[in-house]
């Protein structure tokens, strides 16, 4: 009996030796080959670690550098890897995540391809466990196939145009009360003039417009679960050249033991703001108009014709994580980077000033307003071209494929990085690095000389469910904002976009103010 319990430990310990070198020995070294018969380059497979070690060191060499405040050259500073292996390897390049093989791809038709299929043939790769505690593991970015058409149909309403027209109303009452409280300070300051944190306050403003337009809380009210999340962004920034060692998370290390404690606090707030609701709607029989109120909506209804679409209560706190984190960081972000733009080009400032005054007056524009603000959705549009919040779009295969002329292997993460393909001059032109918001004079599709080199919200069935209410709070907060102030960069400003899950101004964003009012 000794010997067969011997022959079988021994067998398992061979077994386990020979899975480990399959998956951190044979696997990269034909991957590898599989791509260099191709024509595919990149960077030599390490150990265990890949490009995590190299990437780390880029990342820490980049950290200090301060581009030229003109320059929309910015590459270097959010995606140092890439921009130096690039140059040694070509545009579509292979890199390793620890033992995870990525391929670069820059073609806007494989991109496409990709971001467009409806059969389920891509899913999103592998995340870091705090990403999904961040954002919602059982939400509507995370969740795949049959699960996400459940969400995605749920949601969906969430985003008419008739809720849209019900947000707006939330987005101009908080933009009006922020605004309100500037100029009260710029009237008291020499020169009517005064210098604000921009990235600080577009956080505070978006968090409310958030907290009030889909949950119909504050900011004040909601404050516990953004500074939660802020701070697990962190976590998450630190970490992301780390080695992904599976169930490494359960492993009750100090970082672990925070990241906990940050879920717990993010999630029983959340928990709280979604039972006060329901006990609203007991009392009143009235879900609400917002994101929230379809939400719970969806959990006390079931659709026998079409199968179940009800959320759980545990569904339900998911998505508030993916829409308190994801409404207040990418937005705030691009209204960051669209003043710096304006500051930089005061005579696209002036051009939009006098279009918001001819369309909108001093009134706080309607929708129809809005709609007549060409030259301010041509900005914006410019803006998603050069600083598009969203550093980049990732995509895994669940069986071998052909993309273009390349055969993929299985399990192999395809990287969009939307900075670099904006910035292609094959599609852009010349003046591809130039802020240019002419280009976007005939519409979106006829920007480039590709139709499908636009992927600021991504495209196909995945595609950003929050554009239009982006947008919609963008051109609301710009309108607005030109009506009462004019502004300037600050010489406090450091010019160094970083990657911070999304397109982050490592120094701040200090804008120069001044009121109109007199």
């Not at 190299?54 to 581009?67: D, F």
């Not at 009392?283 to 609400?288: E, P, V």
Request: aromatic share 12%; hydrophobic share 40%.
């Amino acid at each position: 009996m000794g010997y067969i319990l011997a022959f079988l430990v021994a067998l398992f310990l061979v077994l386990f030796i020979w899975q480990l070198c399959r998956i951190l020995v044979w696997k990269p070294y034909s991957v590898a080959k599989c791509f260099e018969k191709q024509g595919i380059k990149g960077v030599p497979y390490k150990f265990l670690y890949g490009s995590l070690g190299q990437m780390k060191k880029l990342r820490a060499e980049s950290t200090g550098l301060v581009l030229d405040t003109n320059s929309n050259d910015i590459i270097q500073t959010v995606l140092p890897h890439y921009h130096k292996w690039s140059k040694l390897y070509g545009e579509e390049m292979l890199y390793w995540n620890g033992v995870e093989p990525r391929i670069i791809i820059t073609d806007a038709d494989m991109a496409k391809q990709i971001l467009s299929n409806k059969f389920g043939f891509y899913k999103r790769p592998r995340s870091n466990p705090s990403s999904k505690k961040l954002m919602g593991e059982k939400g509507l970015i995370f969740v795949e196939g049959e699960e996400w058409v459940r969400h995605r149909r749920i949601l969906n309403p969430a985003f008419s145009l008739e809720k849209l027209k019900m947000m707006k109303k939330k987005i101009a009452e908080c933009t009006v009360s922020k605004l309100n409280e500037w100029e009260k300070q710029a009237l008291k300051a020499e020169n009517e003039s005064i210098q604000i944190e921009m990235n600080g306050e577009f956080i505070k403003l978006t968090s409310d417009v958030i907290a009030h337009s889909a949950f119909g809380s504050s900011y004040v009210e909601a404050q516990e679960a953004f500074q939660a999340q802020k701070e697990l962004q962190k976590w998450i920034v630190a970490s992301s050249t780390d080695i992904l060692i599976p169930g490494w998370q359960y492993v009750p290390t100090p970082s672990n033991i925070r990241t906990w404690k940050l879920d717990r606090k993010l999630r029983n707030k959340l928990r709280s703001i979604v039972e006060t609701r329901i006990r609203q709607v007991s009392q009143s029989c009235n879900y609400g108009d917002d994101l929230l109120g379809v939400m719970i909506q969806s959990s006390e209804v079931t659709r026998e014709d079409k199968g179940s679409l009800k959320f759980m209560i545990s569904e339900i706190i998911e998505n508030c994580k993916a829409f308190f984190f994801a409404g207040h960081e990418t937005t705030a972000n691009f209204l960051n980077w669209t003043f710096f733009t304006l500051s930089l080009h005061q005579e696209w400032q002036q051009k939009l000033r006098e279009e918001v005054l001819s369309e909108c007056g001093m009134e706080i524009p309607d929708s129809d307003m809005l709609s007549k603000l060409k030259l301010v959705n041509m900005v914006l549009l410019e803006v998603l071209r050069l600083y598009n919040p969203v550093i980049g779009l990732f995509r895994t295969p669940m069986e071998d494929i052909k993309l273009g002329k390349l055969i993929i292997p299985k399990g192999t993460t395809l990287e969009m990085p939307i900075h670099h393909i904006h910035r292609k001059k094959e599609y852009w032109g010349n003046d591809a690095n130039d802020f240019n918001p002419m280009r976007f004079a005939n519409g979106i599709a006829k920007a480039a000389k590709h139709p499908n080199a636009f992927l600021p919200f991504s495209v196909g069935p995945r595609n950003c469910i929050g554009q239009t209410f982006a947008m919609l709070e963008a051109k609301m907060v710009v309108a607005l904002f030109l009506q009462k102030f004019s502004f300037s960069l600050s010489s406090d400003y450091k010019h160094a976009p970083i990657d911070y899950i999304t397109l982050y101004p490592r120094y701040g964003m200090p804008i120069l103010i001044k009121s109109l009012s007199r």
